[in-house]
């Protein structure tokens, strides 16, 4: 009988990490970057697109009215792609022209110099298309509620899209319940919230890519830790305290990850503040969202007795996939690897 459960939780691991694992990245949070500039003669203009090389079709743009493709360029840097797009117009831009992209990104930075002076926007997709303002000339001051609407959304998109922010978070719903699992979460909340806001005013630089395979290691460490702790095993203060410990500090890394991101919005100085606390707003709904849907399928489980074969598949699958996301991780950036 023992073998055949073991045999079973192994399925059920293999099942969980074909789950967690179907993104090439475990952070899926998509972001464009696109700049306008001046072209050789009057009426031409060039619009320089990056963003992940699976979205880059060749779709054409929707663009103003009188103005057409005058040619389009495209390359390929590891996972990004970087297009380039000679637009030629018969008049000059108007103060409402928009040019439509078929490229759905999750957020984009956008700049254009045809005023001369840099004006540069944070863009979010309306639907599955990102709009460029490239008749702006001008920074156009927002209200509070505008930036609350964009940067909370940003911060809800980003965690529910961010795969190993979640398995970190789905490890620390099984490894406590009740008020000592309130206090792993609100650690951990207040870990990632700090570095977030010191990484993001540039207190702290650390390296991108080192921090990233930490966050996939932190995944594994956690599952273990829950593995370990079984399902109705209750742990002793002395546990209970190095469990705090090691989630505070693993919020610090996850928080660099989070910095990273809200930089890539391209965010306004005027806006940096507001902007990170909206973000950070998002980023702890989404995760309360997450939290609550984890405890829930936990209790379907658990009515029809299956909660600690659900338990330790999807912590198997966790640690499995957080392995397997540290070693891409660190093949991307060692030489001579991958």
Known sequence: ?????????????????????????????????????????????????????????????TLPDGCVEAGRERAVDATLARLSVEIACEQPLAPGDRIVTPWAVD??????????????????????????????????????????VEYTWQGIVHILGGWDHLAFVLCLCLLARGRRLLALVTTFTMGHSLSLALAFFDV????????????????????????????????????????????????????????????????????????????????????LAFVSAVLAVMALAG?????????MAALYGAGITGCFWMIERVAGFTPGLA
Do not use: K
């Open 1 to 61: 009988m023992s073998m055949w459960n073991n045999m079973l939780r192994l399925l059920l691991a293999l099942v969980a990490v074909a789950g967690l694992a179907a993104p090439a990245a475990a952070d899926v949070f998509r972001i464009g970057e696109f700049a306008f500039t001046p072209g050789e003669g009057p009426g031409q203009y060039e619009l320089s697109a990056t963003m992940p090389e699976l979205l880059a079709s060749n779709d054409p743009l």
């Open 204 to 287: 702290i630089r650390v390296p991108v890519p080192p921090v990233e395979a930490v966050i996939a290691l932190s995944i594994a460490f956690m599952a273990r830790e829950a593995i370990r702790a079984g399902g109705g095993h209750v742990a002793t203060h002395r546990e209970y305290r190095r469990q705090l410990a090691v989630v505070a500090g693993f919020g610090l890394l996850h928080g660099l990850g989070f910095a990273t991101v809200l930089r890539e919005l391209g965010v306004l100085p005027d806006e940096r503040l507001s902007g990170l606390l909206f973000f950070n707003a998002g980023v702890e709904l989404g995760q």
């Open 107 to 148: 957020g984009a930075t956008f700049v254009s110099t045809i005023s001369g002076a840099p004006v540069r926007r944070a863009l979010q997709p309306e639907g599955d298309n990102i709009v460029l303002p490239v008749g702006e000339t001008a920074v156009q001051q927002r209200t509070l509620p505008q930036v609350a």
């Open 303 to 311: 009515r029809v007795g299956q909660q600690q074969r659900v338990r």
